[in-house]
Antibody, heavy 121, light 109 residues
Framework: EVQLVESGGGLVQPGRSLRLSCVAS????????IHWVRQAPGKGLEWVSS????????NYADSVKGRFTISRDNAKNSLYLQMSSLRPEDAAVYYC??????????????WGQGTKVSVSS | SYVLTQPPSLSVAPGGTAKITCGGD??????VHWYQQKPGQAPVLVIY???DRPSGIPARFSGSNSGNTATLTISSVAAGDEADYYC????????????FGTGTKVTVL
């Protein structure tokens, strides 16, 4: 079965760090770009970051640039999002999503179920 | 930054046609993808490259893109089509980034 499974969410205090993971199965992970997309409670989708197939091209939304770091380990079929200096506005469900292409921009055809991040003191 | 504007909501009777617009500056010069999201679920890709359908998506879903507006059309609307719909582009001006539209809630009357 083709799937993405996120983990690592939870409750964290403002200013602290958290690392999200996403494990892929059922497809050749290192052939595709992968994205992180988040959704705050009751709000729309917000693109967060993307990484191409070989990690040569990485992009971030302005809202997280300098605080979040995306990475992947193709040997482990895994994607990561290291989040630091977390703010209350970072609270959201975080989805990983597989792009249809090896570089971003071709549409996301596989999504995980999401992992919830809460930021509060 | 690039902005995609969608109507917040749209109501349609069963069997009718829903047309969801996505407005952006010269959006016709890029490719648009569309997602359906039902409550408590992850988004599902319903249209990519303006008008292509992934396998498993009914032919009732179609798309077009020209000028400053992209459109997702759902024909013969059924109760199961009630959901939020988002357009998305990959903005290559300046720093490359993904951009989602503001989202449209489709209600089947």
């Amino acid at each position: 079965e083709v799937q993405l499974v996120e983990s690592g969410g939870g409750l964290v205090q403002p200013g602290r760090s958290l690392r999200l993971s996403c494990v892929a199965s059922g497809f050749t992970f290192d052939d595709y770009a992968i994205h992180w997309v988040r959704q705050a409670p009751g709000k729309g989708l917000e693109w967060v970051s993307s990484i191409n197939w070989n990690s040569a091209t990485i992009n971030y939304a302005d809202s997280v640039k300098g605080r979040f770091t995306i990475s992947r380990d193709n040997a482990k079929n895994s994607l990561y999002l290291q989040m630091s200096s977390l703010r209350p506005e970072d609270a959201a469900v975080y989805y990983c999503a597989k792009d249809r292409g090896s570089n971003p921009g071709h549409g996301c055809d596989i999504w995980g179920q999401g992992t919830k991040v809460s930021v509060s003191s | 930054s690039y902005v995609l504007t969608q109507p917040p909501s749209l109501s349609v009777a069963p069997g009718g046609t829903a047309k969801i617009t996505c407005g952006g500056d010269n959006i016709g010069d890029t490719v648009v993808h569309w997602y359906q999201q039902k409550p408590g679920q992850a988004p599902v890709l319903v249209i990519y490259y303006d008008s292509d359908r992934p396998s498993g998506i009914p032919a009732r879903f179609s798309g077009s893109n020209s000028g400053n507006t992209a459109t997702l059309t759902i024909s013969s609307v059924a109760a199961g089509d009630e959901a939020d719909y988002y357009c998305q582009v990959w903005d290559t001006s300046g720093d490359h980034r993904g951009v989602f539209g503001t989202g449209t809630k489709v209600t089947v009357l």
